[in-house]
């Protein structure tokens, strides 16, 4: 498994407006949602916006995580379900919300277990595309994204001296 050429730092102003826009498009669909479905850990700050943007008070986790090493994908494990009753209704009426959508596996699990709910993310690269209803920005599959909360401040090397990212 190569590592991504492309570096896309996202700052916390720039993920507010992205998130914020990613509402506005929401908001577009006429449609309503009585909860939220957020994929954790990544879907958890998009889902805080959303919620107030939308004014969508019931917000519950899914955790879907791989176990790998560093060249293979493994097998994907939910490590916490949606509640019953969400459940239930295959997700009717019911916004999932992410970060982003890479490959689409995380996707295409937690699409399984609520196909009638609507799908959001941010970003979106085109293997994992396909299964988002609305998202914001199309990123290049071969881009990193730096989310703001796994960034610090640090001093950046001028491009010019060879620095890519």
Not at 61 to 81: F, N, P, R, W
Not at 83 to 100: C, F, K, M, R, W
Not at 141 to 147: H, N, S, V
């Amino acid at each position: 498994m190569s590592m991504p050429e492309k570096a896309f730092p996202v700052s916390w102003d720039q993920f507010h407006r992205d998130a914020r826009a990613l509402s506005w498009r929401l908001s577009g669909t006429g449609e309503t949602w009585n909860a939220i479905v957020c994929i954790t850990r990544g879907g958890l700050v998009p889902a805080a916006i959303l919620a107030r943007e939308l004014n969508i008070k019931r917000i519950d986790t899914v955790c879907v995580a791989s176990y790998h090493d560093y060249t293979t994908q493994g097998e994907m494990q939910i490590l916490k379900d949606v509640h019953p009753d969400i459940l239930e209704t295959e997700g009717e009426g019911v916004l999932i919300v992410d970060d982003l959508t890479d490959t689409g596996k995380t996707a295409g699990i937690v699409r399984a277990m609520l196909p009638k709910g609507h799908f959001a993310t941010v970003y979106a690269k085109p293997k994992g595309r396909p299964l988002v209803d609305t998202f914001v920005t199309e990123v290049s599959q071969d881009t990193w994204i730096y989310f703001p909360w796994d960034m610090g401040f640090t001093y950046q090397e001028p491009i010019s001296n060879g620095h890519k990212g």
